[in-house]
């Protein structure tokens, strides 16, 4: 099913598009073998005297006298740290929200929502760690109601923040190496970031990502970016200001004078990441933020399947 993202917009409620996001995924796995993924039970059970009555089904117990509990395939207890990158560089492109498009910011925050709302349907644990230049928001994970409506509004406060032209640093390395000491149990760590570090801090970074998997963590890498402009600089030939949302530093030139140079690098840097990730067993899944959400959704489904066998 298509998200209408005009009506997104319109109401501007980030769980109102996650049900959406997540009720379209889940309609388009047709029989897929993910039945703890979906908004629906898997069958019923008979009931046990003694046990919870939050999930006996009594309209069927109206139909026929005998008490029935839905039984979710996957009844379990999941923990997952959702991790979003919100350095300057994730505001790219400034004019996203005029054109009725994403930035890697809202692109994250969006998915993150989605994320948020499948795994509390499977009544897992979630927290929610947010960093720029130092660690902003740090929770643990939990699943109650309250604990879910503080983490949409920390991601409604990310949305509604703007673009700070305040220069800044990206200091991911540094961040991530804390969120690994703070996460104990083995649990889910997905990170939203486009992995803009500082050429010299590469290092850094990749030893914070090995960091992330002691304790048996599993780790998904989303590598956000704007596939068309960042990763395969496809601009008109004219000239363009080009504005370094990090460093605010500016430089007027022709696409075309470096695109060549700029591919190269580009390249370089992604490949090694993805031989890295490989390395420390990481999952490397590129998110292209004019692409849909189920790019996000489907490597969840099948990393969170893995860590049930």
């Known amino acids: ?44 059970r008979s009931y046990n005297q003694g046990e919870s009555t939050r999930y006996i089904d009594w309209r069927l117990f109206g139909k026929t ?10 009844e379990t207890n999941l923990r997952c740290q959702v991790v979003i990158d919100r350095s300057p560089s994730m505001y790219y492109p400034l004019d996203a929200k005029d054109k009725g498009k994403e930035s890697k910011l809202s692109f994250s925050v969006k998915a993150a929502a989605a994320l948020f709302y499948m795994l509390n349907k499977q009544r897992d644990a979630t927290g929610l760690s947010v960093f ?32 700070d032209q305040k220069p800044g640093k990206t200091h991911a390395a540094q961040v991530l190496h804390t969120i690994a000491e703070a996460v104990h149990k083995r649990s889910l760590i997905m990170v939203f970031s486009d992995m803009f570090e500082e050429t010299n801090d590469l290092e850094h970074l990749f030893s914070a990502l090995q960091h992330l ?9 989303f590598h956000v970016a704007d596939k068309q402009k960042e990763l395969e600089f496809e601009f ?16 007027k030139l022709q696409p075309q004078e470096v695109r060549e140079k700029y591919l190269e690098q ?19 899944v590129e998110a292209d933020i004019n692409q849909d959400f189920s790019q996000v959704l489907m490597p969840y ?5 893995k860590m049930r066998i």
Not at 213 to 221: A, D, G, R, T, Y
């Open 301 to 305: 489904l099948m990393k969170r399947a």
């Open 213 to 221: 998997k002691h304790n048996k963590h599993e780790v998904v890498l």
């Open 65 to 74: 006298d005998k008490l029935y509990v839905k039984r979710f395939e996957e």
């Open 266 to 284: 580009i390249q370089s840097l992604t490949a090694e990441l993805k031989l890295r990730c490989a390395q420390y067993h990481i999952d490397f």
């Open 132 to 163: 720029s230049d130092d660690l902003e928001v740090q929770t643990p994970a939990r699943s109650s109601g309250v604990h879910m409506a503080m983490l949409y509004a920390e991601l409604e406060k990310m949305m509604d923040t703007p673009w």
């Open 1 to 44: 099913m298509p998200i209408n993202r005009q009506e997104i917009q319109q109401f501007g409620h980030l769980e109102l598009l996650a049900r959406q996001v997540v009720e379209g995924f889940i309609t388009g796995l047709h029989k897929s073998p993910f039945h703890g993924f979906s908004v629906e039970f898997a069958e019923y």
């Open 236 to 251: 008109d030939n004219r000239p363009y200001r080009f504005v370094d949302l990090e460093s605010g530093e500016e430089i």
